[in-house]
């Protein structure tokens, strides 16, 4: 008998590609590209690092504020139209910041760049891939991961390339042209936005007309699916929400700060500013990894459970990360540091579609990308403030221990949650 080509596995590699492309192209917004920018800015524009620094923290702020409003144009435009606009815009912020000519225009770029990659195009992609696939959802959405975070980490080495053979000018622009040239077309190819109750325009989980039995099945998943959307509201109402979305930030926070502070970090624990450069690489490996394998484990585990794992590791490598050494315990430390970063992210973009339904998906993350964004922008802060009371991290390391134990201690006490009627 001859096999035939399963229409679901071609529609979700499709979405898992267009997605993947979008979310490596959010690169020029993230930290790890920008900062390949920070010293040339302040060579050329004579401006001091603590400018520089305010100017990133102003956007990064401006991008969780403007996340929740992006999520509710997602619910109703569909992620099609969306990753469309918001890659046009964000190629021409991108073009245009090749134009920097001191503070103002520099802090107008970071704003542009935070909330156009680090915020909508991130929140838009990883969204299109609850909200297109259904069944593996949780593989989807690891493939998306991993695939982007490879893109993201090798950006960065191919800007230091074109800044040092021509200039920053010139790599902002082909950044720009990048997003313009792979995004936008990409998006194009995103399949119509589907129906309530539907997973995937090419019928994941419809049914064809004139079989009643498939009918009867696309009528059950369509009424299922339909009685579990939640509205934002309904959302905040929930423990659910507010575990995942506090285990984001805090992971966020956590290890936006260690990475900001990790040659001083790792520094104190005996490695040259080399040797703590290079844990980006196990960092990398780690998050890979942890995408894959936690995108897996959430089509077969519960959600709350899985959430639980995460913070225990990220709660052991915080308090671990003031007593590593050269070796095999600071090797541990960066594959921890990298998977828990991306393998929360991952969990949270498959357990929100599970719980809530995908009716109001993009308004519920939009809050959550908020949170995410507000605490990366503070986590540097609450590092460096705990270091200057103290002669080490360690303390300060302690302290924040607490936040990702006390989420593993909720999480445990928290059901999944089931619409209740207003009316």
């Known amino acids: 008998m001859q096999r035939t080509s399963h229409p679901d596995r071609s529609s979700m590699m499709r979405v898992v590609t267009i997605t993947a492309i979008a979310f490596g192209l959010t690169a020029p917004g993230q930290t790890t590209a920008v900062s390949v920018f920070v010293d040339p800015l302040i060579q050329d524009l004579g401006v001091s690092r603590s400018a520089v620094s305010t100017a990133y923290l102003i956007g990064s702020l401006s991008g969780a504020i403007v996340m929740p409003f992006l999520g509710r144009l997602i619910d109703r435009f569909g992620p099609r139209a969306l990753m469309a606009g918001v890659a046009l815009c964000f190629g021409g ?27 909508a195009l991130s929140l838009v992609a990883t969204t299109a891939v609850a909200v297109y696939i259904e069944r593996r959802r949780g593989l989807a959405m690891g493939l998306t991961s991993a695939i982007g975070t490879a893109i993201i980490s090798l950006v960065p080495l191919a800007l230091e390339r074109v800044i040092q053979h021509q200039d920053w000018r010139t790599a902002l622009v082909l950044e720009g042209l990048a997003v313009w040239l792979f995004v936008v077309p990409a998006a194009l190819f995103l399949p119509p936005r589907p129906r309530r109750g539907t997973s995937s325009p090419e019928g994941e989980s419809a049914s064809p007309r004139g079989a009643e039995g498939d009918a009867e099945k696309g009528k059950e998943s369509e009424d299922e699916t339909a009685a579990t959307d939640l509205t934002l509201r309904q959302a905040l109402r929930t423990g659910v929400f507010w575990v995942v979305t506090l285990g984001v930030g805090i992971c966020s926070l956590i290890g936006t700060g260690l990475n900001f502070h990790l040659l001083s970090l790792l520094g104190e624990r005996g490695l040259s500013s080399t040797e703590a450069a290079a844990t980006f690489l196990p960092q990398m490996v780690g998050g890979l990894a942890a995408t894959l394998v936690l995108g897996w484990l959430a089509d077969r585990f519960s959600d709350l459970m899985l959430i639980i794992s995460v913070m225990l590791v990220l709660a052991a490598l915080t308090a671990g990360a003031g007593w590593v050494q050269p070796g095999i315990s600071v090797l541990a430390y960066s594959l921890a540091l990298g998977a828990v970063g991306h393998g929360v992210r991952t969990l949270e973009a498959v357990a929100f579609p599970r719980c809530f339904g995908v009716g109001h998906l993009g308004a519920i993350r939009g809050v959550v990308h908020a949170v995410t964004v507000g605490a990366s922008a503070f986590g540097p802060l609450v590092l ?6 103290s002669d080490s991290y360690r303390p300060i390391l302690l302290v924040l221990t607490v936040f990702p134990l006390a989420v593993a201690l909720a999480t445990a006490f928290v059901r999944t949650p089931r619409v209740v009627d207003e009316s």
């Open 384 to 389: 460096s403030f705990g270091r200057g009371l």
């Open 93 to 119: 912020i991108l073009i245009a910041s090749s134009l920097i000519a001191g503070v103002p225009s520099l802090t107008m770029a970071f704003i542009g760049m935070r909330v156009g990659g680090q915020g």
